[in-house]
């Protein structure tokens, strides 16, 4: 059962960063067409992955999604966090799946857009956390 991104709004969604690299700068003065340019880089977009049935194999079928979805994502400079909380509660999951125009039933909830660069967290020795 193949995951996908819902809906036309997520497909929109996920096409930012390839508008980005689409779009025209016609001068319209005043700085305009930097400004628009600055818009679609800074955005955020939402990407909800959604599969047809809500069972293990659709749940395996998501997170294939998802690595694709990250791995195509940072080769385009982008960073992503993930926004669950409302997917797992049953009626906010239902209107996260309307609002994003899916017929699936919604299973990952991210924001993705560039970010700062930021180093990583330093992480505690092993022998500090397991005994």
């Given at each position: 059962m193949p995951a996908y991104a819902g809906g036309a709004s997520a497909l929109l969604d996920f096409a930012t960063p390839l508008a980005a690299l689409a779009l025209r700068t016609f001068d319209l003065g005043g700085g305009l067409a930097a400004?628009?340019?600055?818009?679609?880089?800074?955005?955020?977009?939402?990407?909800?992955?959604?599969?047809?049935?809500?069972?293990?194999?659709?749940?395996?079928?998501?997170?294939?999604?998802?690595e694709r979805v990250l791995l195509t994502g940072v080769t385009q400079g982008l960073t992503a966090s993930y926004l669950n909380q409302p997917l797992e509660v049953d009626s906010?999951?239902?209107?996260?799946?309307?609002?994003?125009?899916?017929?699936?039933?919604?299973?990952?909830?991210?924001?993705?857009?560039?970010?700062?660069?930021?180093?990583?967290?330093?992480?505690?020795?092993?022998?500090?956390?397991?005994s």
């Amino acid at each position: 059962m193949p995951a996908y991104a819902g809906g036309a709004s997520a497909l929109l969604d996920f096409a930012t960063p390839l508008a980005a690299l689409a779009l025209r700068t016609f001068d319209l003065g005043g700085g305009l067409a930097a400004a628009h340019r600055q818009l679609v880089d800074r955005s955020p977009m939402l990407l909800c992955i959604g599969t047809g049935a809500d069972d293990r194999d659709a749940w395996f079928a998501a997170g294939q999604a998802l690595e694709r979805v990250l791995l195509t994502g940072v080769t385009q400079g982008l960073t992503a966090s993930y926004l669950n909380q409302p997917l797992e509660v049953d009626s906010l999951r239902d209107s996260v799946g309307r609002e994003a125009g899916m017929n699936a039933h919604p299973q990952l909830l991210l924001r993705m857009g560039k970010g700062p660069h930021v180093a990583h967290s330093s992480r505690r020795a092993m022998s500090a956390v397991v005994s």
